[in-house]
């Protein structure tokens, strides 16, 4: 299984709702988070929501009209990119892509 790289001020995390029948941009709406523009607190709640993704992970695109949420977290030492079925993504994943921040 994947593990959480650690993500620091450099880090940046994007993400988008992809796949489906008709691939329309403006469903997708990418949310990109740097991590310099968040506090500590902030930080640890995103953390804790990729976390919580790791083990959803299909690390494939959807299957026929099937959505998927992509994550991709940018840090110093690489890239790693995480694809999570629409129906299992949790809320919190759901509203971060939504508000681009956490509730």
């Not at 992809?18 to 329309?24: H, S």
């Not at 694809?83 to 994943?93: F, I, M, R, S, T």
Request: proline content about 6%; aromatic content about 4%; overall charge negative.
């Amino acid at each position: 299984m994947k593990n959480l790289p650690d993500l620091g001020d450099d880090s940046v995390v994007r993400v988008s709702r992809q796949g489906g029948v008709a691939a329309i941009h403006s469903l997708s709406r990418p949310r990109e988070i740097e991590f310099a523009q968040c506090d500590i607190s902030q930080r640890t709640r995103i953390c804790s929501v990729l976390e919580g993704c790791l083990p959803l992970d299909s690390g494939e695109s959807g299957r026929g009209d099937q959505r998927f949420y992509q994550i991709e977290m940018r840090y110093k030492s690489g890239e790693m990119v995480l694809k999570v079925p629409e129906d299992q993504a949790p809320g919190d994943l759901v509203h971060l892509w939504d508000k681009g921040q956490l509730p």
